[in-house]
């Protein structure tokens, strides 16, 4: 009993038990839903526009997940060419698709709201959203621009330090803008560190899981089975963001000391 409550205690087991409150597992799931509805149409878009993109937003997503060349091809053909893309996307299209990003944006605030125990923002605030997704479109067209390390060692890990870096930046500042200056950046750079050292850590793990899964799902479901792998790794990126968010949160109260409350909550602009 005693050693139970120790672990309860501990910075794992008040981890755990903040995601468990948070339901951290649904959460990721609807992140995963709502990125693959509403967020990827949009990147394929506006990676298409970009001339240096190559593959555009398939490219991107193979570097992301770390598949083979075997397996890339398949993730090109879900997701068809750049040009393809382009010509056919209407107008009308493109603002639906930016109106749903904004619908996503939203609910990356809400959640990060419920993981610092903070009220829901005005309504006021919902040009956050907009600023959110153009910074989130900028980082991700930055990996599908940047052309891949190859097998030089030095080139692989300048590119990989690089990446730690942007993704701890960008973070960093998504949380800031996401939860209107109500929480101190001191108190969020764990959070951000936590996220990128996991999203690295994910990348590892999709080399090792997903890659082969999309070979063989494709053989065996066809397009389907590759959508499928897609969407499990989007579950995992949304419980890497809200579980790295968590982490940040419990980092920073064990190293201060106290835990803090709506009461302690910094006024905007701190």
């Known amino acids: 009993m005693r050693l139970w409550r120790g672990l309860a205690r501990s ?3 008040v981890g755990w038990n903040r995601g468990r409150d948070l339901e951290l597992m649904h959460r990721a799931m609807g992140f995963a839903a709502l ?6 149409p949009l990147l394929i878009v506006v990676a298409a526009t970009d001339p240096a993109s190559g593959q555009g937003f398939a490219r991107w997503l193979s570097q992301a997940l770390g598949v083979a060349e075997s397996s890339q091809d398949e993730v090109e053909r879900l997701f068809g060419m750049p040009g393809q893309a382009l010509q056919r996307t209407t107008a009308f299209g493109i603002a639906a698709l930016v109106v749903f990003g904004l619908t996503f944006g939203s609910a990356v605030q809400t959640t990060y709201e419920k ?7 005005r309504w006021h605030t919902m040009w956050r959203h907009v600023v959110w997704l153009a910074m989130l479109i ?25 990446d730690l870096a942007g993704t701890v930046l960008f973070f ?24 990128a050292v996991s999203m690295a850590g994910l990348r590892v793990f999709s080399q090792l899981v997903f890659s082969p899964l999309i070979a063989s799902s494709a053989v065996t479901y066809g397009p389907f089975g590759t959508v499928l792998v897609v969407q499990s790794w989007l579950v995992g990126v949304g419980v890497v963001v809200y579980g790295g968010a968590i982490a940040g949160r419990v980092a920073h109260e064990m190293w201060t000391g106290r835990r803090m409350t709506r009461e302690e909550e910094p006024p905007p602009g701190m």
Not at 35 to 40: D, K, S
Not at 183 to 189: C, N, Q
């Open 11 to 13: 910075p794992i087991g």
């Open 35 to 40: 990125g693959f509805v509403t967020l990827v």
């Open 115 to 121: 993981v610092w125990d903070l009220p829901a923002a």
């Open 138 to 162: 900028v980082y991700l067209l930055a990996f599908v621009s940047t052309p891949l390390p190859g097998d030089a060692p030095l080139s692989a890990l300048l590119g990989a330090l690089g």
């Open 172 to 195: 960093w500042v998504s949380q800031r803008l996401l939860l209107c200056g109500r929480v101190r950046w001191r108190a969020l750079l764990p959070g951000a560190v936590a996220t």
